[in-house]
């Protein structure tokens, strides 16, 4: 079975630290893609940051950046300089051609940054 | 980006009533999804859509149904509301490029509470 676990379902971090949120999946195949979403207070989903399996430079979105490590089936979430606006749920996910494309979730990391 | 619109964003209705939650997106996007998420719980996909005339049920049992007329539409109803129905329904869609994978797009979400 494909499964993604993030294994902190709560963080806390003062205003511009960084921070950094774990996942790990489990998944037979080669090639698939990872994301990252946060989903704030107002409860839209938004995708912070999207990596493919294939490629192995991590990905970086401004502050946002991934530790991709294909071996350990890892993908954690790095936040830098941290900002009040980042409070949110994250969920990491990934799809692939087995699972016909479709996203499989994690159950979340609940991040607040305290001021 | 996909513009993915929801409406009604919330909606309080009494015990079995049938409702309808509307979702529409401009990009042209082949595959629509609706998910339903308890408060910061993970995402459940109750339905999806792989193109007009094209749906299938999700990993989630649901009482609801929905229908893929056009492109750009993608409503789910509920026949009979009951307190159970209580939860968040997000929509989102995606289009899979060659080279570039898929990435799912959400929109902003409808809050449904029944009495």
């Known amino acids: 079975a494909q499964t993604v676990t993030q294994s902190q379902p709560e963080m806390s971090v003062q205003e511009a630290e960084t921070v950094t949120l774990s996942c790990t999946y489990d998944?037979?195949?080669?090639?698939?893609?990872l994301f990252w979403y946060k989903q704030p207070p107002s409860r839209q989903m938004i995708l912070v940051i999207r990596?493919?399996?294939?490629k192995q430079q991590n990905a970086t979105e401004n502050r946002f950046s991934v530790n991709f490590q294909k071996a350990a089936k890892s993908f954690s979430l790095k936040i830098s300089d941290s900002q009040l606006g980042d409070t949110a749920m994250y969920f990491c996910?990934?799809?692939?051609?087995?699972?016909?494309?479709?996203?499989?979730w994690g159950a979340g990391t609940k991040l607040i940054i305290k001021p | 980006e996909a513009d993915i619109y929801q409406t009604p964003r919330y909606l309080v209705i009494g015990t079995g009533k049938k409702i309808t939650l509307e979702c529409s997106q401009t990009?042209?996007?082949?595959?629509m999804y609706w998910y339903q998420q308890d408060p910061g719980m993970e995402l459940h996909l109750i339905h999806y859509?792989?193109?007009?005339?094209?749906?299938e049920k999700g990993d989630l049992s649901s009482e609801s149904t929905v229908s893929r007329i056009r492109t750009e539409h993608f409503p789910l109803t509920l026949e009979s509301a009951r307190p159970s129905h209580t939860s968040q329904y997000l929509c989102?869609?995606?289009?899979?490029?060659?080279?570039?994978?898929?990435?799912?797009?959400f929109g902003p979400g409808t809050r449904l509470l029944v009495l």
């Open positions: 859509s792989y193109g007009v005339n094209s749906t």
């Open positions: 990009m042209g996007h082949d595959k």
């Open positions: 989102a869609s995606s289009e899979y490029r060659r080279g570039a994978g898929e990435t799912q797009y």
């Open positions: 998944t037979s195949e080669s090639n698939y893609y």
């Open positions: 990596q493919e399996a294939y």
């Open positions: 996910a990934f799809m692939t051609m087995d699972s016909n494309y479709q996203l499989i």
